[in-house]
């Protein structure tokens, strides 16, 4: 044997060496198996959902059909989800479908599943949903809405939220459903969309079928105005400390309610009695809220100025906004016979008697006394005591309501339907706050809160 042949004889042999180890080749694909669970369920009378495991292996699936015993026809190839709905099928139809798993070896041999869609529903439905909710800036609320379906429904009804306020950001108020049947839908309310009333519109759709219902969002941001010239009014103090009892109460009485409020401290410099010094919020600061507590203590010379009472009555004349006006010094300065009830002076008639509906008022000076609730109003069953303090009388006149009586005497009246556009309402309390107990004073705030 010569040297070429030797040569030639060890490739061959290398070579053969190499073959029988493969060489590097890949081994041969294994047809994949069929999906472990696959179901067909028939959603309504034209479609049919359909939904299967995972398989080990396959890169994809082919679903077929057939009706009626007759040949499968591929419904979807190349598949890479586990599910896939069915449309355009016919009522009352009986449907086989078969699943295969496909790999680069092929396909499984195929799983099968019958489904028969029913026959026609009905797609209609009512919608309605409760006329209005009121919810505090930068707070949520919910409400539940009713939807009812025929004896035989076919299809879902699908919820979204519509209107020029509807969006996300603190300028929109934005929606969700959920809850069990996705009915209950929860308005978030940012926290700078104006106060007051914004329509959004809930509309359902179910195929061709729509409808639509409107709810009424009112929007409360509150405004306590502390007038009562405690310590914090004085400008050298820090007037985000509350030192007065009324100061206290208040704002317990708010955070207990859950509102949403803000506080204005008046400032006082303490320079004399002269009727426009100092003054409150204007009547623009004001517009940014739905409702003020504006409270001036046992203080007695000029607690609301000339020009308060000018912006107030703008504030009213507002649409939809409610005063709560604690202040005996204000029944003080417009008492014009001292402790006998007395049209108010001049000047203070047009809010008085225009706008919160009292006829006379009285200043029969300090005393112990006790505040009974009006029955039959938000006040009833109220029983509270009030230490000595100053208080005023008041007759209410057409359309005015009493709502805390010493004894025969109203101590407190409220107005509804007032202002320019008549959707204002306001309460006068001719009492200081600060001389019930906390308890006590929660508790009436709270009940005219909701006059």
Same mark, same amino acid.
């Given at each position: 044997?010569?040297?070429?042949?030797?040569?030639?004889?060890?490739?061959?042999?290398?070579?053969?060496?190499?073959?029988?180890?493969?060489?590097?080749?890949?081994?041969?694909?294994?047809?994949?198996?069929?999906?472990?669970?696959?179901?067909?369920?028939?959603?309504?009378?034209?479609?049919?959902?359909?939904?299967?495991?995972?398989?080990?292996?396959?890169?994809?699936?082919?679903?077929?059909?057939?009706?009626?015993?007759?040949?499968?026809?591929?419904?979807?190839?190349?598949?890479?989800?586990?599910?896939?709905?069915?449309?355009?099928?016919?009522?009352?139809?009986?449907?086989?479908?078969?699943?295969?798993?496909?790999?680069?070896?092929?396909?499984?041999?195929?799983?099968?599943?019958?489904?028969?869609?029913?026959?026609?529903?009905?797609?209609?439905?009512?919608?309605?949903?409760?006329?209005?909710?009121?919810?505090?800036?930068?707070?949520?609320?919910?409400?539940?809405?009713?939807?009812?379906?025929?004896?035989?429904?076919?299809?879902?009804?699908?919820?979204?939220?519509?209107?020029?306020?509807?969006?996300?950001?603190?300028?929109?108020?934005?929606?969700?459903?959920?809850?069990?049947?996705?009915?209950?839908?929860?308005?978030?309310?940012?926290?700078?969309?104006?106060?007051?009333?914004?329509?959004?519109?809930?509309?359902?759709?179910?195929?061709?079928?729509?409808?639509?219902?409107?709810?009424?969002?009112?929007?409360?941001?509150?405004?306590?105005?502390?007038?009562?010239?405690?310590?914090?009014?004085?400008?050298?103090?820090?007037?985000?400390?509350?030192?007065?009892?009324?100061?206290?109460?208040?704002?317990?009485?708010?955070?207990?309610?859950?509102?949403?409020?803000?506080?204005?401290?008046?400032?006082?410099?303490?320079?004399?009695?002269?009727?426009?010094?100092?003054?409150?919020?204007?009547?623009?600061?004001?517009?940014?809220?739905? +409702?003020?507590?504006?409270?001036?203590? #046992?203080?007695?010379?000029?607690?609301? /100025?000339? *020009?308060? $009472? %000018?912006? =107030?009555? &703008?504030?009213?004349?507002?649409?939809?906004?409610?005063?709560?006006?604690?202040?005996?010094?204000?029944?003080?300065?417009?008492?014009?016979?001292?402790?006998?009830?007395?049209?108010?002076?001049?000047?203070?008639?047009?809010?008085?008697?225009?706008?919160?509906?009292?006829?006379?008022?009285?200043?029969?000076?300090?005393?112990?006394?006790?505040?009974?609730?009006?029955?039959?109003?938000?006040?009833?069953?109220?029983?509270?005591?009030?230490?000595?303090?100053?208080?005023?009388?008041?007759?209410?006149?057409?359309?005015?309501?009493?709502?805390?009586?010493? +004894?025969?005497?109203?101590?407190?009246? #409220?107005?509804?339907?007032?202002?320019? /556009?008549? *959707?204002? $309402? %306001?309460? =006068?309390? &001719?009492?200081?706050?600060?001389?019930?107990?906390?308890?006590?004073?929660?508790?009436?705030?709270?009940?005219?809160?909701?006059?």
């Amino acid at each position: 044997m010569n040297k070429t042949t030797k040569m030639t004889l060890g490739l061959l042999l290398v070579t053969l060496s190499l073959a029988s180890c493969g060489g590097g080749s890949p081994a041969p694909a294994t047809l994949p198996d069929n999906p472990a669970t696959f179901t067909a369920t028939a959603t309504n009378s034209t479609t049919a959902l359909l939904n299967w495991s995972a398989v080990s292996g396959a890169s994809n699936f082919t679903l077929e059909r057939k009706t009626n015993g007759g040949a499968y026809a591929t419904v979807a190839a190349n598949l890479g989800a586990n599910t896939y709905t069915d449309t355009a099928l016919t009522p009352n139809t009986s449907y086989t479908y078969r699943l295969k798993a496909v790999n680069s070896a092929g396909s499984s041999s195929g799983v099968e599943r019958t489904v028969t869609t029913p026959a026609p529903g009905d797609p209609d439905f009512t919608l309605s949903a409760p006329r209005s909710v009121t919810i505090q800036s930068g707070k949520s609320g919910t409400v539940d809405l009713t939807i009812t379906r025929p004896q035989n429904p076919e299809g879902t009804v699908a919820l979204s939220l519509e209107g020029p306020d509807v969006g996300s950001g603190a300028g929109k108020i934005a929606g969700t459903f959920g809850g069990a049947n996705g009915t209950t839908l929860t308005l978030s309310v940012g926290a700078d969309v104006a106060v007051g009333p914004h329509t959004v519109t809930v509309r359902g759709k179910n195929g061709a079928v729509e409808k639509t219902a409107q709810i009424i969002v009112n929007v409360e941001r509150w405004l306590l105005v502390d007038d009562d010239r405690s310590s914090n009014n004085w400008p050298a103090n820090d007037p985000n400390k509350p030192d007065s009892n009324a100061d206290t109460f208040s704002r317990a009485a708010m955070q207990a309610s859950g509102k949403t409020f803000e506080v204005k401290v008046v400032p006082y410099s303490g320079s004399g009695q002269d009727k426009d010094e100092p003054n409150g919020p204007s009547a623009q600061e004001l517009s940014r809220y739905s +409702g003020v507590i504006w409270y001036t203590g #046992g203080t007695i010379v000029h607690p609301i /100025t000339d *020009t308060d $009472r %000018a912006e =107030l009555a &703008a504030f009213l004349n507002t649409a939809n906004r409610k005063l709560i006006l604690l202040s005996p010094g204000f029944v003080r300065d417009g008492a014009t016979n001292g402790g006998t009830l007395a049209a108010p002076g001049t000047a203070y008639q047009p809010l008085v008697t225009g706008l919160l509906g009292i006829d006379k008022v009285a200043f029969p000076g300090s005393a112990a006394f006790t505040l009974t609730g009006e029955a039959n109003t938000v006040m009833g069953g109220i029983t509270v005591n009030v230490a000595s303090s100053v208080r005023g009388f008041l007759q209410p006149g057409a359309g005015a309501q009493a709502l805390l009586r010493e +004894g025969t005497n109203v101590v407190a009246a #409220g107005k509804a339907n007032i202002g320019a /556009t008549s *959707t204002s $309402r %306001a309460v =006068l309390g &001719a009492f200081s706050l600060g001389h019930l107990a906390q308890g006590d004073a929660v508790t009436v705030l709270q009940k005219l809160l909701h006059y």
